[in-house]
């Protein structure tokens, strides 16, 4: 119940593509998802955050999707340059709770020149 | 502001021993989070401390322990290393508020011989 799944485990896209990471989770009583953005030798860093009375939220070139129906939230990132290469994570936490976030085990994003 | 800074950055100790690792949060942040990242295991919540007290606590072994000082500087002691203790250690800042956007530091990298 504590799980956030996932998906892909890396992914390379070309310079000017769509990047698209997906996570499903089981408990119902998370209420806040956010993505985080980490670089080689640097911590986690927000990138964006939903929470479920949203279907969408668009951030410039992130958007994340959320279907609460599914328990599924999704990251994608409009014309993926080579600056947006880096691991990211999906989390979520329990209403009134974000210091516990539980991860996703985080997408490997290459972006091709 | 200033981030979130964790000092050392890196350390090297070896089994059995027992280390101390440090964070300093934004100014203004009363909540200081702890993680572990590990290739094999990701990212594991570790325990949370608000105004001096600890709020939540991960599952992880009696040798992982905290506290937090009155300027909300907090530090991490694991004692009795051992080799799978090798990991980035994350400190994570903010308000303290429901649901609110954490901020990381670098992390202190530890390798344990």
């Known amino acids: 119940q504590q799980q956030v799944k996932q998906s892909p485990q890396s992914l390379i896209v070309q310079k000017g593509g769509i990047s698209i990471i997906n996570c499903a989770y089981e408990?119902?009583?998370?209420?806040?998802f956010p993505w985080y953005q980490q670089f080689p030798g640097k911590g986690p860093a927000l990138l964006i955050a939903?929470?479920?009375d949203v279907s969408e939220k668009k951030e410039g070139r992130f958007t994340i999707s959320f279907n609460k129906s599914a328990k599924q939230f999704s990251l994608h990132i409009m014309d993926s340059q080579p600056g947006d290469s880096a691991t990211y994570f999906c989390?979520?936490?329990?209403?009134?709770?974000?210091?516990?976030?539980?991860w996703g085990a985080g997408t490997k994003l290459i972006i091709k020149p | 502001k200033a981030g979130v800074t964790q000092t050392p950055r890196y350390l090297i100790k070896t089994r059995g021993q027992q280390v101390t690792l440090s964070c300093s949060p934004i100014?203004?942040?009363?909540?200081v989070s702890w993680y572990q990242q590990t290739p094999g295991q990701g990212l594991q919540f570790l325990f949370e401390?608000?105004?001096?007290?600890?709020?939540n606590k991960g599952n992880f072994p009696g040798r992982f322990s905290g506290r937090q000082f009155s300027n909300s500087r907090s530090e991490m002691n694991v004692s009795t290393l051992e080799l799978g203790d090798s990991a980035l250690y994350l400190c994570?800042?903010?308000?303290?508020?429901?649901?609110?956007?954490?901020?990381f530091g670098p992390g202190t990298r530890l390798l344990v011989l």
């Open positions: 939903i929470r479920p």
């Open positions: 401390y608000f105004s001096e007290t600890q709020r």
């Open positions: 994570a800042s903010n308000r303290g508020g429901a649901n609110e956007a954490q901020y």
């Open positions: 989390a979520a936490s329990k209403a009134g709770s974000n210091y516990q976030l539980i």
């Open positions: 408990n119902t009583a998370f209420d806040y």
């Open positions: 100014s203004g942040h009363r909540s």
